[in-house]
C-alpha cells in the first residue's frame, strides 16, 4: 500500500499519525501555506499533496533540519549517494565518526547526508542536542537501519520543488503572512508535567516566555485575517493562553516516561481561530 505522507527523519512530537484527524480540522481551500515549525514535515507534505496550494513557506529554527530540506529538494541525486556511501559503511566506529564531525566544516550535501544518516541510525531515531548544540545521541541497536529512503527522498523532493524553505525563529516567519493565508503551528509542546519537557530539538529551550509570545503572534496573525491552526499538550495553561479561540481535542498515541517501549493515549490540543 502506497504511504499517505513520506518522511525523511523520525522527529519527536511528529504528526504522521493525527493527519486523519487533523483533515477535519484543515480549511477546505488553501492558497498560501506556512509552517513555521515544520519538523519532520508530514503536515507540510500532506498538505501539498492534498490541498496544493500556490505559495508554500516552511520553516525551522534547527538549521541542520532546514539544510537536509534545501539538499532534497537540489540535490537529490548526490544526497542519495552519499547515503549510501553511509549505508554501506554503517558500524559502531564509522557512527561516532560521523557524529564527531563538525557539520559547519561539511559542504551542504555532505551536511544533509550526516544528519539524516545520524537520525536514522541513533538511538531511538531522535535528534537531541546539548547545550552547546552538539549532537549527542549514542548508536541505535539496529543492525540494519533504514538509512537510505530513496523513494521517499525522490517523492519529497518533487514536493518541495515550488517550497520556500527559510531557518528562522517562528516570529519571523509571521512577517511572510498575508491576509487570506493557512498557517499551521506545532511548536515544542508546553510539559504536561514541571520538568518533563522535551526542548532539545534546538539549544534553546522552548518555555511558558516562549508560548506566550506566540499566543501573542497567533493573535496578530488573527487580527491579519490568516486562517491558525496551532498544535500543544492538553493543559490548563495553553486552554488558558488560547481562551475565545475554538479549541479540539485529538487522541495521539505519545511515548510515556521517555521509556520507549512504553506507548499510551494523551489528549492534545487543537486551537483554531476559525470555524
Ligand atoms: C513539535 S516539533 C514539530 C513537529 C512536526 N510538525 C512533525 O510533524 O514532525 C517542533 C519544531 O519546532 C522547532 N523549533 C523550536 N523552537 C523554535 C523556534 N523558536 N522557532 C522556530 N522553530 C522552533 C524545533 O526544531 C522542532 O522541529
Redesign the pocket.
Known sequence: MKKEVPGFVK??????QLLGQFKNYFPKQINRYL?????????AFSIIKNHMPKEIII????EE?INAYEVIRDNTGELIEKLKQYKNAHNKDNYYKARDLQPGKLNKIERAARFIYLNKSCFNGLYRVNSSGKFNVPIGSSKHPAILMEDDLKEISALLQNVTVKA????N?ANYAKTGDFIYL????YPLKKGKSF?T??K?A?LEK?QEKLSEVFRSLDKKGCKIML?NSDTDFIKKLYKGYNINTVQASRMINSDATKRGKISELVIRNYE
Open positions: 522527529w519527536a512530537g511528529g504528526k504522521k509552517e513555521p515549525f515544520v519538523g519532520g514535515g508530514s503536515v520553516s525551522d529554527s534547527n533540519l528562522l525563529p517562528f516570529e516567519v506545532d511548536p515544542p509542546y526542548t530539538y534546538t534553546e522552548f516562549e498544535s
